[in-house]
């Protein structure tokens, strides 16, 4: 059992609920950059050699639809600590906004003490 106030990796990468301040979420990016450049580096790599690249190629496609969630759920949650609700998460998905709303959360400090997403 999890304590109190202790929260878990599958926590901060696949939960929607509760809030995330700005350092986990930058980390949570920066975990999922280099994930998502090794897999990639690795299908490069082995262009002339097709049954590793088909591998290579699974794992890629895998690794970026597992990216992609977690990413949106790591959003809901910091978006949650500004104190906006989570379903403004979607402006992830449109290219313009994209970079603006990942600048905004990883400097926007979060709301002092409790607010209607927890604490």
Request: proline share 5%.
């Amino acid at each position: 059992m999890q304590r109190e106030g202790r929260k878990s990796m599958s926590w901060l990468f696949f939960s929607p609920s509760g809030r995330v301040s700005r350092l986990p979420y930058c980390l949570g990016w920066l975990f999922w950059a280099v994930a998502s450049g090794f897999v990639l580096s690795r299908v490069l790599a082995h262009q002339g050699d097709e049954i590793a690249l088909a591998l290579w190629t699974l794992i890629l496609v895998v690794t970026a639809l597992v990216l992609t969630a977690s990413i949106a759920l790591m959003t809901i949650k910091r978006l949650h600590d500004t104190g906006y609700p989570g379903h403004l998460a979607i402006c992830l998905f449109i290219p313009v906004l994209s970079p603006v709303l990942f600048l905004a959360l990883c400097l926007w400090p979060g709301t002092e003490g409790e607010n209607e997403y927890g604490r």
